[in-house]
């Protein structure tokens, strides 16, 4: 199974940026499209992007135009740009495989994620 390592968040201002990194544990990572999801405190866990094994990128209406997505398959790492930060941004960001037919992926393969908060 592969496990992911999440990083890169923290503290930001209104309008700020923050950059979030991904690390996989293992190379097969590069064949799957990949996910960044978010959960505010009491919410459910919404998927934000998703990038094909070849780039090919999809991002939910509230983040489109602010978030990036990108990978590197030669890292194992995948990455989230997030520019413009508000506060309907701030929650606990993990990735994941992206959803195979509507379903997220097993509550056992998520990672601790990494806190992002948005506030001045």
């Known amino acids: 199974q592969v496990q992911f390592v999440e990083s890169g968040g923290g503290l930001v201002q209104p309008g700020g940026s923050l950059r979030l990194s991904c690390a996989a544990s293992?190379?097969?990572?590069?064949?799957?499209?990949m996910g960044w999801y978010r959960q505010a405190p009491g919410k459910q866990r919404d998927l934000v992007a998703t990038?094909?094994?070849?780039?090919?990128?999809n991002y939910a209406d509230s983040v489109k135009g602010r978030f990036t997505i990108s990978r590197d398959n030669s890292k194992n790492t995948v990455y989230l740009q997030m520019n413009n930060l508000n506060s309907e941004d701030r929650a606990v960001y993990y990735c994941?495989?992206?959803?195979?037919?509507?379903?997220?992926?097993?509550?056992?393969?998520w990672g601790q994620g990494t806190q992002v908060t948005v506030s001045s």
């Open positions: 293992r190379s097969i990572f590069k064949f799957y499209t």
């Open positions: 990038i094909t094994s070849t780039g090919s990128t």
């Open positions: 994941n495989l992206a959803p195979i037919g509507g379903n997220y992926p097993d509550p056992g393969s």
